[in-house]
Nanobody, 125 residues
């Protein structure tokens, strides 16, 4: 099983990126699970920024909910993160993961699987 995140890069403030995460080896269970996007900025802990339920219901943390959107394509075993109006503080390594839901979003949603390499987003002029 493998989580392959892609789509990161260097972008100017105000720009957009669309991250993709292909979950290989999860074909039989992908559609039944919650999936999420996490990010880890330099010197900070990894944090969950968006989650999407098996029925497609998205949840995004308040600090970025007007700029980030999560979606999924069950046929392609892929989760997306659309990032608009990017700011320097969005600079981080971004990871996707299958989620264990133990309570309220986002504090009690946990990544279940190996994290993979992630994809680096750098917002800078």
């Amino acid at each position: 099983v493998q989580l392959q995140a892609s789509g990161g890069g260097l972008v100017q403030p105000g720009g957009s990126l669309r991250l993709s995460c292909v979950a290989s080896g999860f074909e039989d269970i992908f559609s039944a699970n919650y999936w999420g996007w996490f990010r880890q900025a330099p010197g900070k802990q990894r944090e969950l920024v968006a989650a999407i339920g098996s029925g497609g219901w998205p949840q995004v943390v308040d600090s970025v909910k007007d700029r980030l959107a999560i979606s999924r394509d069950n046929a392609e075993n892929t989760v997306y993160l659309q990032m608009n109006s990017l700011k320097p503080e969005d600079t981080a390594a971004y990871y996707c993961n299958r989620l264990s839901v133990a309570g309220t979003f986002p504090d009690h949603y946990y990544g279940m699987d190996d994290w993979g390499a992630g994809t680096l987003v750098t917002v800078s002029s």
